[in-house]
């Protein structure tokens, strides 16, 4: 497809640059052009793909084995299409949940992952992530007291939930109490001698 505009840097006293085009034709023809984009936009045949080869492209990997870990690669854009890229000879949907156009964005998501796996194996949930089954007896943290302790959420299905700490349920709640959980963690089975 040849070209009806030429892009110009314009480079402004204050130091400031900006593209600027000149049509290379006549005003009906770049009217045209622009008309056939636009309807091919309004019909969805127009995409931008968020590579082209030569660029790099980043892919997030979990192994298991011998331990778990996550760690970013790079990787060369070798080809494109509309739902696709090939790198590393193989092509894999633009929509993988692993893969990412920016650096800063994939290393964001790994150690989002590591940091997952970090809370799961400690067996904290962030109250954030999700909440216990109402009424259920578990043990809280809270991110203005050193200790844990044994409470448990209730959730009356209209104002919402209130944490409260063991067996009290008219007294006042933690967050009266000047207690800010943030995460939690079911509790252990009871001891049994004969495990």
């Known amino acids: 497809m040849k070209r009806l505009t030429t892009a110009?840097?314009?480079?402004?006293?204050?130091?400031?640059?900006?593209?600027?085009?000149?049509?290379?034709?006549?005003?009906?023809?770049?009217?045209?052009?622009?008309?056939?984009?636009?309807?091919?936009?309004?019909?969805?045949?127009?995409?931008v793909v968020p590579c082209k080869p030569g660029d790099e492209i980043y892919e997030i990997v979990e192994v298991e084995i011998p331990v778990w870990n996550c760690y970013v690669n790079r990787f060369i854009v070798q080809d494109v299409s509309a739902k696709q890229v090939k790198y590393s000879d193989d092509w894999v949907d633009w929509d993988a949940p692993y893969l990412y156009t920016d650096e800063k964005e994939a290393e964001a998501k790994a150690r989002q992952l590591r940091n997952q796996k970090k809370r799961l194996e400690s067996g904290w949930i962030p109250v954030t992530?999700?909440?216990?089954?109402?009424?259920?007896?578990?043990?809280?943290?809270?991110?203005?007291?050193s200790l844990p302790l044994v409470g448990r959420y209730v959730d009356d299905?209209?104002?919402?939930?209130?944490?409260?700490?063991?067996?009290?349920?008219?007294?006042?709640?933690?967050?009266?109490?000047?207690?800010f959980v943030n995460a939690w963690m079911p509790l252990p089975k009871p001891y049994r001698e004969d495990e």
Not at 131 to 137: F, Q, S, T, V
């Open 8 to 47: 110009y840097e314009r480079i402004w006293a204050d130091g400031s640059a900006e593209m600027q085009y000149v049509a290379n034709t006549s005003d009906l023809e770049v009217v045209n052009r622009l008309g056939t984009y636009e309807d091919a936009e309004e019909e969805g045949r127009l995409f």
């Open 129 to 145: 992530e999700r909440l216990p089954e109402n009424d259920d007896y578990v043990l809280m943290s809270f991110e203005n007291f």
């Open 157 to 179: 299905g209209k104002l919402g939930g209130a944490w409260y700490l063991g067996d009290c349920f008219d007294e006042d709640t933690c967050l009266a109490n000047d207690l």
